[in-house]
T-cell receptor, first 110, second 112 residues
Framework: QKEVEQNSGPLSVPEGAIASLNCTYS??????FFWYRQYSGKSPELIMS????GDKEDGRFTAQLNKASQYVSLLIRDSQPSDSATYLC??????????FGTGTRLTIIP | DAGITQSPRHKVTETGTPVTLRCHQT?????MYWYRQDPGHGLRLIHY???????DKGEVSDGYSVSRSKTEDFLLTLESATSSQTSVYFC???????????FGQGTRLTVV
């Protein structure tokens, strides 16, 4: 079983709507969680980090962490065509190994 | 962009030849990671380093070795390249365990 699981999608969302991306993790001891965005042919780019239960907002992005249920999610409000990319969820397994899910491909439809 | 440089950016090599990829950082970060990315598998950890001369294996370490003789450089070596090692390789750095990590531009390796 992979330590970090994501729905691989693809996920299609109309422009201006909310895109919701979800991720579950297996290590109850994980303390750090990250969302990366990766455009085709490019390297992953960090967009959100979250360390505590609850919500963390940064512009149009909101990360949500629920340690009891072992899931982390990313909401993108007012989705734009430029948000079309693959989104990768990651956690620090054992606090040393940065482990990724397989990614969710998001397409924003104009 | 964080100061991370991978070299070479592209390489084509023959089966059975040794190959070394280099990751160089100017951030003085303690942790460095090597990943490979393949369709359907996402990013998979090959090896990582938590200090000079301190390294450990990731989930797909077979056929790869690493070295870190100084803080700024982390080398990934394929001792005898195979076609299954054709992939895009990414280096990442982080200040400490559990902290934000930043990626290099990637190296596209093709083994023919």
């Amino acid at each position: 079983q992979k330590e970090v699981e994501q729905n691989s999608g693809p996920l299609s969302v109309p422009e201006g709507a909310i895109a919701s991306l979800n991720c579950t993790y297996s290590d109850r001891g994980s303390q750090s969680f990250f969302w990366y965005r990766q455009y085709s042919g490019k390297s992953p780019e960090l967009i959100m980090s979250i360390y505590s239960n609850g919500d963390k907002e940064d512009g149009r992005f909101t990360a949500q962490l629920n340690k009891a249920s072992q899931y982390v999610s990313l909401l993108i409000r007012d989705s734009q065509p430029s948000d079309s990319a693959t989104y990768l969820c990651a956690d620090f397994f054992g606090n040393e190994k940065l482990t990724f899910g397989t990614g969710t491909r998001l397409t924003i439809i104009p | 962009d964080a100061g991370i440089t991978q070299s070479p950016r592209h390489k084509v090599t023959e089966t059975g030849t040794p190959v070394t990829l280099r990751c160089h950082q100017t951030e003085n970060h303690r942790y460095m990671y090597w990943y490979r990315q393949d369709p359907g598998h996402g990013l998979r950890l090959i090896h990582y380093s938590y200090g000079v001369k301190d390294t450990d294996k990731g989930e797909v370490s077979d056929g790869y070795s690493v070295s870190r003789s100084k803080t700024e450089d982390f080398l990934l070596t394929l001792e005898s390249a195979t076609s299954s090692q054709t992939s895009v390789y990414f280096c990442a750095i982080s200040k400490g365990g559990g902290t934000e990590a930043f990626f290099g531009q990637g190296t596209r390796l093709t083994v023919v």
